[in-house]
């Protein structure tokens, strides 16, 4: 992967998404905005940590998520446990549950994120955030 600066452009194909699907993260709060280039003033581009933050967004799609849940476990300025992270993915597997059969890939999908948590500690301990950040959709 390249690591940056992006432009819009650049960051939608590196995260592998429609410019306008970037822009609507954005406009939802999910992706940080740009940051300025080192000795710079005026110039504004996105960082690797951008596409990282893409890719998660994807992948916890693609896990069932909610972009609601997904705004409060990357909100940095909202404290979240990896409790409260395994209580979003309960809740939204218990809904997929009633929806879906259970060998869903969806269902599955969330059933594999949850046996992996261990409860303990704050967001960047969470087994479920660690695996949706380094791995690749489970479902399409």
């Known amino acids: 992967m390249a690591s940056g600066?992006?432009?819009?452009?650049?960051l939608a194909r590196a995260a592998g998404m429609s410019v306008d699907d970037v822009q609507f993260y954005r406009d939802c709060g999910l992706l940080q905005p740009p940051r300025r280039q080192r000795g710079r003033t005026d110039d504004?581009?996105?960082?690797?940590?951008?596409?990282?933050?893409?890719?998660?967004i994807q992948r916890a799609i693609a896990n069932g998520f909610f972009l609601e849940?997904?705004?409060r476990v990357v909100d940095e300025a909202t404290p979240v446990t990896c409790n409260e992270v395994y209580r979003i993915s309960?809740?939204?597997?218990?809904?997929y549950r009633v929806a879906r059969s259970s060998g869903h890939p969806t269902v599955v999908a969330l059933e594999e994120l949850i046996e992996l948590c261990g409860r303990v500690g704050?967001?960047?301990?969470?087994?479920i955030l660690v695996s949706l950040a380094n791995s690749e959709p489970e479902v399409g």
Do not use: G, M, N, Y
């Open 5 to 10: 600066p992006f432009t819009l452009a650049e």
């Open 122 to 127: 704050d967001r960047k301990d969470c087994e």
């Open 69 to 71: 849940d997904i705004e």
């Open 44 to 56: 504004l581009a996105f960082q690797v940590e951008h596409v990282e933050r893409l890719r998660l």
């Open 90 to 95: 309960v809740d939204r597997l218990a809904e």
